[in-house]
């Protein structure tokens, strides 16, 4: 990630200049990772490419988790009835496969850009999350400090982000750095089928678009470099993740 953001201080070329001299041309000393079909230096592409796709899902998740968050509290603090229909409402939307519903709102949204896609694969991806945050919610919403806060005039969000948050905010942790990981696929995998990102905004999803030219015509390094980076940061989120449900899990074994 660091190299991602300061990847000015360090790249050779420039990752949008487009070299038509030298498309397709294979790794060598002066094109470290070679270059695309349209003669853009793989090496460069790949590090501020990063940042994009980083972005994407830093930023699908925000939106993803403040939508649970709000969603499953509201849950837990309703009454029964209302609590039943939300749940019934997030278990229909788990059903549908969420890659279909980002299509779909993409679709309905237009030609696709990074805060299009941010916002889409966010509101289809918080319903676990939001599962979780009903049931913290549900255990502690007759708590004395709750219970006192409402009695002094404390509003539902106050309520929330000073009593609820706190308490469920370490089990769900876990799960928010998994939704990085799974907005960063999902913005791979929508470019790799050619309706994510332009090829004119660089990400590691639309640097995968070229894969099927470039299986036709053996350039291997337009697939295995943005492919290697792509899930050496995908392995690195899951055991960020993995170290925090750990972590979570000895806090609560210790207390």
């Known amino acids: 990630m660091a190299g991602c953001l300061g990847c000015e201080l360090f790249i050779p070329k420039d990752p949008l200049y487009m070299d038509l001299a030298n498309y397709a041309h294979e790794p060598c000393r002066e094109f470290w990772f070679g270059t695309d079909t349209m003669g853009r230096d793989l090496f460069s592409m790949i590090w501020y490419g990063g940042r994009i796709s980083l972005l994407i899902g830093l930023t699908a998740t925000a939106v993803s988790t403040l939508i649970a968050v709000i969603f499953g509290a509201v849950s837990g603090l309703s009454p029964r009835w209302l609590d039943a229909l939300l749940m019934r409402l997030s278990e229909i939307l788990l059903s549908v496969p969420g890659l279909l519903l980002v299509v779909l709102l993409q679709a309905v949204l237009g030609k696709a850009n990074v805060w299009s896609i941010s916002f889409v694969i966010g509101i289809t991806g918080w319903m676990g999350i939001a599962k979780v945050v009903r049931t913290e919610t549900k255990q502690i919403r007759n708590s004395e400090y709750v219970t006192a806060s409402k009695c002094m005039g404390g509003g539902f969000f106050h309520v929330l982000w000073n009593h609820l948050a706190p308490n469920f905010i370490s089990s769900i ?29 660089i990400s590691w999803g639309s640097m995968l678009t070229l894969a099927d030219k470039a299986l036709l015509s053996g350039a291997w390094w337009m697939i295995l470099f943005p492919g290697a980076f792509l899930i050496v940061t995908l392995v690195c989120i899951t055991n960020i993740g993995s170290a925090l449900k750990d972590g979570a899990g000895s806090r609560e074994s210790n207390l």
């Open 173 to 201: 942790m876990f799960m928010v750095v998994m939704n990085v990981r799974s907005a960063i696929l999902s913005e791979s995998t929508l470019s790799f089928m050619g309706i994510g990102l332009p090829l004119d905004i």
